[in-house]
């Protein structure tokens, strides 16, 4: 996955970390995460590891717009949307819980704290 050195496989295991942890985002499967970080990866092109932070808010952002959308495509299957089996309101709840993380420093900091730590560990 970092092949050149880079923050992907950090940053996959914070995301999942933080969202495994929540329970607002049970239905998120681990086909749901990595079918959206692939579709995050391959529009973002620097993976340094001084970037993990910046790409944590994008990927969050990422995840954000498409819960906001309802529409989160198989990488290699285009026509499956993973997110139709998901209730309108649940995915609703899961975005405004992705808004608050984004909009709230303090929220966000709590969060990454304790996941961070131990994820990486």
């Not at 990595?34 to 973002?44: N, V």
């Not at 808010?57 to 309802?70: D, G, S």
């Amino acid at each position: 996955m970092d092949k050149d050195n880079g923050c992907r496989h950090n940053l996959f295991k914070v995301v999942k970390t933080v969202l495994k942890r929540e329970p607002t985002f049970s239905h998120l499967s681990s086909l749901h995460m990595k079918m959206a970080f692939l579709w995050y990866s391959s529009e973002t092109k620097d993976f340094s590891n001084d970037k993990l932070a910046e790409r944590f808010i994008e990927f969050m952002e990422f995840l954000r717009n498409k819960l906001q959308e309802n529409v989160l495509y198989h990488f290699w299957i285009k026509d499956v949307n993973l997110l139709s089996e998901i209730s309108a309101s649940t995915l609703e709840n899961m975005h405004r819980r992705l808004t608050r993380l984004l909009n709230s420093e303090q929220e966000r900091n709590k969060v990454l704290r304790l996941e961070t730590l131990a994820s990486l560990q």
